[in-house]
């Protein structure tokens, strides 16, 4: 059940926010993917299914945009 929760957590507010690019929710996302994070911050264990509603939720916020930010961060190696 908690994973649950912190997944409605994570998810909740690119749902209210779709395609707006939102920077501070953009940020609150980026924490819950480790290999976003500094060297330092790294090791800090985030469950899959938090990792997973964080990505999700960044597909979300930067839907339609057409921002390669959005693509680097889901697709750090991806070609141009």
Request: charged share 15%.
């Amino acid at each position: 059940m908690c994973q649950v929760g912190c997944c409605v957590v994570v998810i909740r507010p690119p749902l209210t926010r779709v395609r707006s690019m939102d920077r501070s929710v953009s940020k609150m996302l980026c924490l819950h993917i480790p290999s976003l994070l500094p060297a330092p911050f790294a090791e800090i264990e985030v469950a899959a299914a938090s990792q997973t509603a964080a990505l999700i939720g960044i597909g979300l916020l930067y839907q339609g945009t057409g921002k390669e930010s959005a693509r680097n961060l889901t697709h750090p190696t991806y070609p141009n």
